[in-house]
């Protein structure tokens, strides 16, 4: 459905801008008949100027539609350059405030959520972050430097897949087991939530990187929290561990 969406996208911005284009030229055509028939130089000279008028705005309005801007963000000890365009400030603005609004980086203190929930927020984050990679619709890599999609794809395969590959059966075997029991019976509630602690840290990293390549000004301040101990100033990506390859399904 995403590629298809994404094509019917596309086809509907060529025909907006062939539109557009057949618009501009009629405009063009009827000017320049106008003025071999009257044959005014006034007219001319207006004419002409509003043409220059409207290349020099035409030719502005797409420079700073896609204009590039270059973040650096420390990756295990190198350098991520992107040149982020429009379309990947985009993405890494959707992407941002994906994981902004969901317990990936929101706080869940002892005694108090819903462990199920959790999984299933972070589950569906791990959906939408792969929803884009899978799909037809994905700009190439750019020629120069990385692409958001990459960073994507180390939380991914980093981050989120082995937490969700080692706790969802788990809570799902007592849950199981135990129907009738509260999750806070659970052997391994303490031990859950401790290692979600820690994905949230890291997880926060990722996606203060990922503001910081959609612009968004200060993007720590949308998950800081007072009972948080945060570094600030770095958004150096922690150390990576290898991907557990029975991931979540």
Sequence with gaps: MTARRGQVTGVMRMVLRALLAAIVG?????????????????????????IGVAVVLGTELYRRSARLTDVQLVVLGSQMSFKAKTDMRQAAQRMFFQAATRIATRPLEDGTGNLREALTSLKT??????????????????????????????????????????WHPRLRE????????????????????EELRMLQENLRHYVIGLGEIAGIRDPER????????????????????????????
């Design 26 to 50: 009629g405009v063009v055509g009827t000017a320049a008949y106008s003025i071999s028939q009257t044959g005014g130089q006034r007219l001319s000279i207006v004419v002409g100027c509003l």
């Design 222 to 249: 949308h998950l800081h929290r007072s009972s948080w101990s945060t570094t600030r100033g770095g958004s150096a990506v922690p150390r990576q561990q290898a991907a557990d390859p029975g991931t979540t399904r």
């Design 174 to 193: 007592f849950e199981e087991s135990h129907p009738d029991q509260d999750e806070s019976a659970w052997p391994e509630n303490a031990a859950f939530r």
């Design 125 to 166: 984050l791990f959906d939408l972050y792969r929803e884009p990679l899978e799909s037809e619709s994905t700009p190439p890599p750019p020629a120069r430097g990385d692409s958001v999609y990459e960073l994507a794809l180390d939380i991914l395969n980093f981050e989120l897949a082995p937490f969700l590959a080692k």
